[in-house]
RNA sequence: GGGCAGAUACCCAAGCGGUCAACGGGGACAGACUGUAAAUCUGUUGGCUCCGGCCUUCGAAGGUUCGAAUCCUUCUCUGCCCA
């Protein structure tokens, strides 16, 4: 058995870092890890796509903490709640996945999360599966689950509340999320949970039932979420989260894409800045220093932290070249081409556009350059050995 | 079970017999500018084209009409109200 730490510092940290909420309360909740006893924490994901997120990894911080500090740390793959769709932060219903599908998506998280989670030794992060136990239940079961809550309390939470609002549809079986992942929390009989701010309704399902069926008080942390603090434009823009497969450059790319307003936070979120260090970025940003330098550093933290270091420093320096010098960069994708064909074909064929009607059109709003040079006329032919380019960042080479 | 509304491009959302490939917003792509792929401004955003046009789209299937996203019928799905 592990022996548990009570470091001050870190349990600090675990409580704080952003952090959003603590249930029941942070002065409770630092009570009881100062207490030195082994408690059980766990995670769930949703494997509805195949790859971990940063997203993920913003949690996987706070277990990697629990699990230093000694504490049993497991990470819940959500199986069977997959195949019903989860409702949250979606205006509309999520279409369930097959089994197959979720299965191909489990296999290989185990790996993704290695990098930060530690499988093996004396205190492994434990993996489970809730298929384990909710496959398990029968209607019987769901019923006595389900008459822990009311339908008021179900209709609390904001999306549904938009959604009625909107008169969009909400079906019954969307109600039925909330009770699996509570009763996660019971089955694996958890002292605690973490999670983004996104779900706490689910999370809280589970404080209830906890408390109803075991009188135990799970605690509950729910991280901040990284969007911008004038909620302009993330929100919903998850679109540049950046995913565990993505190329190194791509993770950096995607980080400069951030607006300004998600420097801090990201710090926050992300590296292991203190909060003094994230503190002085903020100042010198507002007294007007170029964001631009801190995003950068921010960027290569990231990559670092999610890939290696000597990945990172690449990343950096593919960033300066390609998108600060507009230089070629080092390698671009190549189109395999008989020998001559149209401008237009190859920008079809390399993917660039997505018909030969786009390709025209970007061609005639000057967008397009081959070996270097803007093309203006859609009846351009090109042949082996140019490089065509479009917009800033889109390269093919013909060979 | 009854009544009433609705289904439009990637998303939201106008249009309600011809001038509709379909207003507007978001997103996306491109251009200018810059501090970067931020912000801002501008343009583009169904497909094919011998650049004259042609073809396919407005929940589905039929019908009326010279002509339909727009009118009619049936069907499917959704919301609201009544029971």
Not at 252 to 281: H, N, Q
């Amino acid at each position: 058995m592990p022996k548990v730490s009570t470091d001050a510092k870190k349990i600090d940290w675990l409580l704080n870092r952003a952090v959003e909420n603590v249930y029941p309360s942070k002065a409770e909740v630092k009570k009881l890890l100062q207490k030195g006893e082994r408690l059980t924490v766990y995670f769930g994901i949703d494997p509805t796509g195949p790859t971990l997120h940063l997203g993920h990894f913003i949690n996987f911080r706070r277990l990697a903490l629990f699990q230093e500090l000694g504490h049993k740390v497991i990470l819940l793959i959500g199986d069977f709640t997959a195949t019903i769709g989860d409702p949250t932060d979606k205006a509309a219903v999520r279409k369930p996945l097959t089994r197959e599908e979720v299965l191909a998506n489990c296999k290989l998280y185990k790996d993704q999360a290695a990098q930060v989670l530690d499988f093996k030794g004396s205190n492994a992060v434990e993996l489970k599966f809730n298929s384990e136990w909710l496959g398990k239940m029968n209607f019987a079961d769901v019923l006595d689950l389900a008459s822990h809550f009311t339908v008021q309390q179900m209709l609390e939470r904001d999306m549904f509340q938009t959604r009625l609002k909107d008169g969009k549809p909400i079906h019954v079986h969307e109600f039925m999320y909330p009770l699996m992942q509570g009763y996660d929390s019971v089955a694996m009989d958890v002292d605690g949970e973490v999670g983004g701010n996104d779900q706490t309704f689910n999370m809280l399902a589970g404080r209830t039932l906890m408390k109803q069926l075991k009188n135990k008080d799970k605690f509950v942390i729910t991280n901040e979420l990284l969007v911008d603090p004038t909620g302009k434009k993330m929100g919903k823009s998850e679109g540049n989260m950046i995913a565990l497969t993505d190329a190194p450059e791509d993770m950096y790319g995607k980080v400069m894409s951030w607006t300004d307003g998600m420097i801090v936070p990201g710090f926050r979120l992300c590296t292991d800045a203190s909060d003094e260090e994230i503190k002085k970025i903020e100042t010198a940003m507002k007294k007007g220093e170029n964001p631009m330098t801190y995003k950068r550093d921010l960027a290569k933290r990231v990559v670092a932290w999610l890939v290696g270091e000597k990945e990172a420093d690449q990343a950096a320096e593919h960033f300066t070249n390609v998108h600060q010098k507009h230089a070629t960069p080092d390698e671009i994708p190549e189109l395999k081409v008989k020998d001559r064909m149209s401008l237009v074909d190859a920008l079809v064929a390399s993917g660039l556009c997505s018909s030969k009607s786009d390709a025209r059109r970007q061609i005639e709003q000057g967008g397009v350059k081959v070996d270097d040079e803007v093309v203006k006329d859609p009846n351009t032919n090109v042949r082996k050995g140019f490089v065509i380019q479009k917009g800033k960042r889109h390269f093919v080479k013909l060979v």
